[in-house]
């Protein structure tokens, strides 16, 4: 499934092929449980920025495997490189054209607290 995407503002938009389809999820590591955004699971090679690149800011932390962009001009959240899987990265669903997160309740959580990165 392809999808576009974009940050509130409109000055970051991005393509990508969804992984298995609009099948959301939450993260509950220290930044993804205060981020708060569900996000769907697309490959990480099919992501392109087709607009916006020169707006986006990136923020990493830990083992600064995971990057999460966000548009520095609205500071939505657009995209993450997964730390779990680097050839995956994780779309705000909230981002996502045509589609609305109270569509998707409920949206399971995985365990980002208990990574075994972290160990």
């Not at 500071?75 to 990265?89: A, E, L, N, V």
Request: charged content about 20%.
């Amino acid at each position: 499934m392809n999808i576009t995407a974009r940050c509130h503002c409109g000055a970051v938009e991005l393509s990508a092929e969804l992984l298995d389809g609009l099948d959301p999820s939450r993260c509950d590591c220290s930044f993804c449980a205060r981020r708060q955004a569900a996000a769907v699971t697309a490959i990480a090679s099919s992501v392109k920025v087709i607009k916006g690149a020169d707006v986006l800011s990136t923020y990493s932390f830990g083992t600064h495997t995971a990057q999460h962009h966000f548009c520095k001009i609205c500071g939505i959240y657009t995209h993450h490189h997964r730390r779990s899987d680097p050839t995956q990265c994780g779309i705000n669903l909230g981002c996502i054209d045509g589609r609305h997160p109270l569509d998707h309740e409920p949206i399971p959580w995985t365990d980002g607290k208990n990574h075994p990165s972290d160990r």
